[in-house]
Nanobody, 125 residues
Framework: QVQLVESGGGLVQAGGSLRLSCAAS????????MGWFRQAPGKEREFVAA????????YDAEFVKGRFTISRDNANDIVYLQMNSLKPEDTAVYSC??????????????????WGHGTQVTVSS
């Protein structure tokens, strides 16, 4: 099993920045990829970004290009999501997830085997 704990959420004004962290523990050697998803009230969960655990490939949703950056610290089993130029529509619960399968399809939530509890991000206008 893998345990995932997110942190770094909070309240920020539009145009501001936040950095989310996702700390992984347990069978981290089995992870092939890590993703960030978000879910706003009344909306479906949507893919934000993902990174291959043992490579350099990253994957971004179109709406975050140029604003959000995903990165990983393999030495400490942490994945980060740096969010800049935040907008009120970015308000959501952000959750990280771990995929155990090689060849996983990053934007699909069904590809991920373990999930964190999420961290709230609120962007005020």
């Amino acid at each position: 099993q893998v345990q995932l704990v997110e942190s770094g959420g909070g309240l920020v004004q539009a145009g501001g920045s936040l950095r989310l962290s996702c700390a992984a523990s347990g069978r981290t050697f089995s992870i092939y990829g890590m993703g960030w998803f978000r879910q706003a009230p009344g909306k479906e969960r949507e893919f934000v970004a993902a990174v291959d655990w043992n490579g350099d490939n990253t994957y971004d949703a179109e709406f975050v290009k140029g604003r959000f950056t995903i990165s990983r610290d393999n030495a400490n089993d942490i994945v980060y999501l740096q969010m800049n130029s935040l907008k009120p529509e970015d308000t959501a619960v952000y959750s990280c997830a771990a995929a155990f399968r090689a060849g996983y399809y990053p934007p699909s939530a069904y590809e991920y085997d373990y999930w964190g509890h999420g961290t709230q991000v609120t962007v005020s206008s």
